[in-house]
């Protein structure tokens, strides 16, 4: 692994480690939940927010200022399918729909003990049907995930797909977690510099998640999935991720199946770093590559396509 060597991220990186070590996590799911929440950077004022009920989960719309109407993302948050929620990750969705210059739907999915696989593909299939349903088209559209969240925008997609549903125009994960089975070798090499994640937490989630299922059905496990036919793909990882692995074999395999997907890795980044944009400028600099992403894949314009890489099939591979 490569020496963060830029001092300003170094020094932001510390008061975020700092952070992170003044909360420990705790043991029990409900106050771990609230840790969850209570770390949450959050919506910003200019940001219009509206609940919404779809099927049987809560939801909230997000309206940055100058926003295109004709065009929405649909973000899935992390928290390995047992935490995280509106509150969680609003702040971080909401700068998300901010860089995009479109509406967002954050959903509020069903979590693990409590429901099981597969009940959150079911809700974000759902949601991204209400989205349509608004009169989107689907190539105006794009779908975010963080963690499991990025796992489960992989599996909303394998879903769609099986029922002959139409794509959204782009997709992007954070840090994803699409290896039930964490094969990866990060599970190892990195265990010491991930302050996160670790194969313990890993293997919790995963039992709370399947609940005995098996963990190599592809909409649980989507790097396990046939990709042929996916919209184009940003893969954002930090480089101090057991996660690691995940996020570059779905690159890896993306790309051999002929989607066009670009993998990025943050040097010195920890597990969704985004989530500590208001200290952590690496964390506004990936938000803003996300934003510029989903434009040049949703916009639908001459300038956008323009600007797109029409190399279709071929993995990118940046180092930031």
Same mark, same amino acid.
């Given at each position: 692994?490569?020496?963060?060597?830029?001092?300003?991220? $170094?020094?932001? $990186?510390?008061?975020?480690?700092?952070?992170?070590?003044?909360?420990?996590?705790?043991?029990? @799911?409900?106050?771990?939940?609230?840790?969850?929440?209570?770390?949450?950077?959050?919506?910003?004022?200019?940001?219009?927010?509206?609940?919404?009920?779809?099927?049987?989960?809560? %939801?909230?719309?997000?309206?940055?200022?100058?926003?295109?109407?004709?065009?929405?993302?649909?973000?899935?948050?992390?928290?390995?399918?047992?935490?995280?929620?509106?509150?969680?990750?609003?702040?971080?969705?909401?700068?998300?729909?901010?860089?995009?210059?479109?509406? /967002?739907?954050?959903?509020?999915?069903?979590? /693990?003990?409590?429901?099981?696989?597969? %009940?959150?593909?079911?809700?974000?299939? *759902? /949601?991204?049907?209400?989205?349509?349903?608004?009169?989107? /088209?689907?190539?105006?559209? #794009?779908?975010?995930?963080?963690? *499991?969240?990025?796992?489960?925008?992989?599996?909303?997609?394998? #879903?769609?797909?099986?029922?002959?549903?139409?794509?959204?125009?782009?997709?992007?994960?954070?840090?994803?977690?699409?290896? $039930?089975?964490?094969?990866?070798?990060?599970?190892?090499?990195?265990?010491?510099?991930?302050?996160?994640?670790?194969?313990?937490?890993?293997?919790?989630?995963?039992?709370?998640?399947?609940?005995?299922?098996?963990?190599?059905?592809?909409? *649980?496990?989507? =790097?396990?999935?046939?990709?042929?036919?996916?919209?184009?793909?940003? @893969?954002?990882?930090?480089?101090?991720? =057991?996660?690691?692995?995940? *996020?570059?074999?779905? %690159?890896?395999?993306?790309? %051999?199946?002929?989607?066009?997907?670009?993998?990025?890795?943050?040097?010195?980044?920890?597990?969704?770093?985004?989530?500590?944009?208001?200290?952590?400028?690496?964390?506004?600099?990936?938000?803003?590559?996300?934003?510029?992403? @989903?434009?040049?894949?949703?916009?639908?314009?001459?300038?956008?396509?323009?600007?797109?890489?029409?190399?279709?099939?071929?993995?990118?591979?940046? =180092?930031?």
């Amino acid at each position: 692994m490569g020496v963060q060597s830029n001092p300003v991220r $170094m020094r932001e $990186m510390e008061a975020v480690l700092a952070d992170i070590e003044s909360h420990p996590w705790p043991d029990d @799911i409900a106050r771990a939940r609230a840790l969850y929440d209570a770390m949450g950077p959050p919506i910003a004022p200019d940001i219009r927010t509206a609940t919404v009920r779809i099927g049987k989960v809560r %939801a909230q719309t997000m309206t940055p200022p100058h926003t295109d109407q004709d065009r929405a993302l649909l973000f899935l948050h992390g928290g390995g399918f047992v935490y995280g929620s509106l509150v969680s990750h609003g702040g971080m969705a909401a700068e998300i729909s901010r860089a995009s210059r479109c509406k /967002a739907l954050q959903l509020d999915y069903r979590l /693990a003990p409590e429901y099981s696989f597969p %009940a959150r593909i079911e809700d974000a299939c *759902a /949601a991204y049907e209400w989205l349509l349903d608004t009169g989107l /088209a689907p190539q105006k559209t #794009a779908i975010v995930g963080d963690s *499991a969240g990025g796992g489960l925008a992989l599996s909303t997609l394998v #879903a769609l797909k099986t029922k002959q549903r139409p794509l959204p125009g782009a997709v992007i994960c954070v840090s994803p977690w699409v290896d $039930m089975e964490a094969t990866g070798e990060s599970y190892r090499t990195r265990q010491s510099v991930d302050p996160i994640v670790d194969r313990s937490i890993v293997n919790l989630v995963t039992r709370l998640y399947l609940k005995g299922q098996d963990p190599k059905i592809s909409t *649980a496990s989507p =790097i396990r999935a046939e990709l042929a036919g996916f919209p184009p793909l940003l @893969i954002q990882v930090g480089e101090r991720e =057991i996660l690691f692995s995940d *996020a570059e074999g779905l %690159a890896r395999k993306a790309g %051999a199946a002929g989607v066009d997907v670009t993998l990025e890795e943050w040097q010195g980044m920890i597990h969704v770093w985004h989530l500590y944009y208001p200290i952590l400028s690496a964390g506004r600099d990936a938000i803003a590559r996300i934003g510029e992403f @989903i434009l040049q894949n949703t916009a639908g314009d001459e300038l956008s396509r323009g600007t797109r890489d029409r190399d279709g099939g071929t993995l990118h591979i940046r =180092i930031l």
